[in-house]
């Protein structure tokens, strides 16, 4: 159960070993929020996550091309003097396009990078097809 | 002979050209209404607001209000934004209009504490409200603050409003493009609020706080918020269909004298009416106080105050009337529109009443009476929240992490049921495969 009024972020597996980052998927208001919450970063670290950035925009994916509110979002961990375990996400930046047409995000790119500054992970999630309901 | 053939050879080629041109300029501002956005300049000053003189004359208020309001809208909002000194210029296309309605804390620069800007922004296309939004902002100037002017603190105070106001307008037209008609059945709120004749006020209640007029506006901004097609009721009085919003403030519990003296409190009663008939009634009360800042102003409490009393009457408001279509609760109401310092008490249960359409008719500016005990099956029933898809909507979406080289993952997203803003859906990872593409 999603409840599309709280405006967090979310992991979602896909299946053992795969997952990937989810911020409110119906976008109700999402554009009120101040700061999301909830980043699923590694265990007992704090994120200073940036207040969102908003601009419409046109976005192409496999399903067609939409006008969509784009949402972007960073955050760095706090974990000063923390791990300096290279593989440990200490930094990201998260895009996601919604469309109030489909009522869903349509695109997401979520890049995360560690406190070396090395890329650690580019994850694209884009819409292939929409069947809409009854 | 020559020069006179050439000339209107040339001429009418001037003529072809300069034609072309404001050809395609005319079409393509008739084409892309929707993408054109304008801003009013000057800002509009509200006939109640309490501004000193010196703020309104000597800070240019509204002349730098304006302008910040175009300067930034035109950065952050991705469309075509140009300002207009009428609204008739604007034609059919969107116009974004801001409304001061209280400037607070004058006099004294920094040194006479915070300074605090309520404005209204509203979106309008061809007389219509599109979105409304009221910004609270306060400052006390920074860390320049204490040896700054009240003129240099407004300025600071309506940039950063104009910055707010900026990053709400694309969300808030993505929600009007979305939200459809705005319907028959809508809620008019009465501005500014009644005061009773019996009421206990204090001296300034309008002069310098303007409490009936912020107050109801607080009301409304908290009930545009959550029900899309409300609005002020205009000159022109309102619509058969219309559910009138009438605010009666009962009580105000003031002593003068900003934080330093205490709780400052708003008794309200509100009356929801059909056709000049009430068809409910409830009482709300509020009060608030400083906490660490005791140089808060009385005004600046009281708003606050109204502020909560808003938001109790836009939630009380669907249990007493239908009001159409309801978006959800802005999540960012409160904390940073609000002078921190802040405490509001929670609500005192005072009166709560409801009647039918039987109820008796209350000429408007009398104060109605409780009527009848609420029904607690009016607030079962919520409708769908706007904008939510419905049962059997499916998504298929690919995954894939580009920093891997690999195949992706497609999986299908699938919604189960929808209970007003709660989605139950069922995933389905279809496997991997390739981004099919266009």
């Known amino acids: 159960m999603i409840d599309a009024d709280q405006i967090t972020f979310a992991s979602r597996p896909l299946r053992p070993g795969t997952s990937f980052v989810e911020l409110a998927p119906y976008a109700r208001d999402i554009w009120k929020m101040a700061r999301p919450a909830g980043y699923p970063g590694p265990a007992g670290a704090m994120w200073r996550v940036s207040t969102p950035r908003y601009s419409e925009e046109e976005v192409r994916v496999p399903a067609g091309t939409f006008k969509a509110l784009r949402v972007e979002v960073n955050g760095a961990s706090e974990a000063f003097g923390g791990s300096v375990v290279q593989a440990t996400a200490a930094r990201f930046v998260y895009v996601a396009w919604y469309s109030p047409e489909l009522n869903r995000y349509v695109k997401i790119h979520h890049q995360t990078w560690s406190r070396q500054n090395i890329k650690l992970g580019d994850e694209v999630v884009q819409l292939v097809e929409y069947q809409p309901g009854r | ?438």
């Open chain 2, 1 to 438: 002979m020559q020069t006179e053939r050439g000339i209107p050879w040339r001429s009418g080629l001037r003529c072809v050209l300069a034609l072309t041109v404001l050809s395609c300029f005319r079409h393509g501002l008739a084409a892309d209404v929707d993408g054109l956005l304008y801003v009013l300049t000057p800002a509009i000053l509200d006939r109640g607001a309490p501004i000193a003189q010196s703020v309104g004359a000597e800070c240019e208020l509204q002349e730098v209000m304006g302008q910040q309001a175009y300067k930034y809208v035109n950065a952050k909002v991705r469309r075509t934004v140009t300002q207009v000194r009428d609204v008739k210029q604007a034609g059919e296309a969107k116009v974004v209009t801001v409304t001061i309605l209280s400037a607070q804390g004058v006099g004294g620069g920094g040194w006479s504490g915070g300074k605090t800007l309520t404005v209204r922004a509203d979106i309008t296309q061809a007389g219509e409200l599109v979105a409304s939004k009221i910004f609270i902002t306060n400052s006390r100037g920074g860390i320049a603050g204490a040896v700054s002017g009240t003129c240099w603190i407004f300025e600071r105070i309506a940039r950063v409003t104009a910055d707010r106001m900026a990053r709400w307008i694309p969300g808030a037209l993505m929600t009007a493009a979305h939200a459809g008609p705005q319907g028959e059945r809508r809620v008019a709120v009465q501005v500014p609020a009644l005061v009773d004749p019996t009421a206990k006020v204090f001296d300034g209640i309008e002069s310098e706080c303007a409490l009936p007029n912020l107050l109801a506006n607080h009301v409304f901004g908290q009930i545009r918020n959550r029900y899309y097609g409300a609005r002020i009721l205009g000159a022109e009085g309102p619509r058969p269909t219309d559910k009138v919003l009438r605010l009666t403030i009962l009580n105000t519990q003031v002593v003068p004298g900003g934080g330093f003296t205490g709780p400052k409190g708003i008794t309200l009663q509100a009356d929801v009416l059909e056709n000049s008939r009430v068809v409910a009634s409830n009482v709300f009360q509020r009060s608030g106080s400083t906490g660490t800042n005791a140089q808060l102003n009385t005004c600046a409490i009281l708003e606050v105050v109204s502020v909560a009393l808003g938001k109790e009457v836009a939630a009380w408001l669907p249990t007493a009337t239908d009001v159409g279509s309801i978006l959800p609760a802005a999540a960012d109401e409160g904390g940073q529109d609000l002078p921190p310092e802040i405490l509001v008490t929670p609500p005192q249960a005072l009166m709560q009443a409801q009647s039918t359409a039987a109820g008796p008719v209350v000429a408007a500016g009398a104060t109605a009476t409780a009527l009848a005990k609420v029904d607690p099956q009016a607030s079962s029933a919520s409708p769908p929240a706007p904008g939510m898809p419905a049962p059997g909507t499916k998504w298929k979406y690919g995954y894939r992490d580009q920093q891997y080289p690999g195949e992706e993952t497609v999986f299908t997203v699938e919604v189960a049921t929808v209970n007003v803003a709660k989605v139950s859906e069922r995933v389905v990872v279809d496997g991997t495969g390739r981004f099919r593409r266009r």
